[in-house]
């Protein structure tokens, strides 16, 4: 999976600046549908909801796209530990840096003899694509020990690993603090460097040719999908994906996150 989106940015995080042809145009569209699409679903799979076959085998395969390592059963090799999973589960963005990295390597060396290459670019915009892609599953992971169930006789669990008890074991200790480190390191930045490039565009575009073109290439993966005028829709679709997230974190009671998750994603198709 992380291969595949890896690729994916790879092709359309560094594709010419010219507009595309509307075959691939067409494909890149379905293809960030889809994954949004299966992030959305695991966001369900946040809500105190109790599913049943069919659904409940849907939501364990969409568990995939949010890095749930259990999904892929590798407690069959070795022992169940809840704070490893979830720390391994944090790695994931980080991990697809350095294949990036590998990738780009490798294709500076093929390619820069013939062409113009800029790593730097090629970098941002390849790390850019698969986090804005990805961004619902990052933000999911990392708050992932906030979301308890409550329990019959007092207390309560994590949701998607009720061998924990919330605020009650050391285990959940150590989730949290993986958690907010993961958020402040990963997704937090993220959100700043699109907000600030956001308010910096209509600044960029009005100075020098060279600098608005440097700016356009360095934040293509921000700016490419919208018409100039609409610049700013990024940053209003990413804040919706992270309301999105903060539903199951900040709303307990089942209905209320159930309302609210479609109070956002109907509010935003207005």
Not at 101 to 121: D, T
Not at 245 to 266: D, K
Request: aromatic share 14%.
């Amino acid at each position: 999976f992380v291969v595949f989106v890896v690729a994916l940015a790879l092709f359309v995080g560094n594709s010419a600046t010219k507009q595309p042809a509307h075959s691939t145009l067409v494909v890149v569209v379905l293809v960030g549908l889809t994954f949004t699409s299966f992030q959305t679903l695991g966001i369900l799979r946040e809500i105190g909801v109790a599913w049943y076959s069919p659904v409940k085998e849907i939501m364990d395969f969409v568990g995939i796209f949010a890095f749930d390592v259990k999904e892929l059963r590798v407690s069959c090799v070795v022992p169940y530990n809840p704070v490893v999973t979830f720390g391994v589960r944090q790695t994931v963005p980080l991990w697809s840096i350095i294949i990036i990295v590998f990738a780009l390597s490798a294709q500076k060396v093929w390619i820069a003899r013939r062409f113009n290459y800029n790593f730097s670019h090629r970098l941002m915009n390849t790390v850019g694509a698969i986090y804005s892609v990805c961004f619902i599953s990052i933000v999911v992971s990392c708050t992932l020990p906030f979301v308890c169930y409550p329990h019959p006789g007092g207390g309560s669990s994590v949701l998607q690993m009720p061998s924990v008890l919330c605020y009650q074991s050391s285990e959940h200790d150590a989730m949290v603090a993986l958690g907010v480190l993961s958020f402040l390191v990963i997704p937090m930045p993220f959100c700043v460097l699109c907000v600030y490039a956001t308010v910096r565009f209509p600044t960029w575009m009005g100075s020098s040719g060279e600098l608005a073109l440097h700016r356009s290439n360095q934040f293509r993966f921000l700016f490419g999908r919208f018409r100039p005028e609409r610049y700013f829709y990024a940053v209003i679709l990413l804040t919706r994906n992270l309301l999105l997230c903060l539903v199951p974190v900040a709303i307990t009671a089942t209905s209320s996150q159930v309302f609210c998750l479609i109070l956002f994603l109907s509010s935003f198709c207005l």
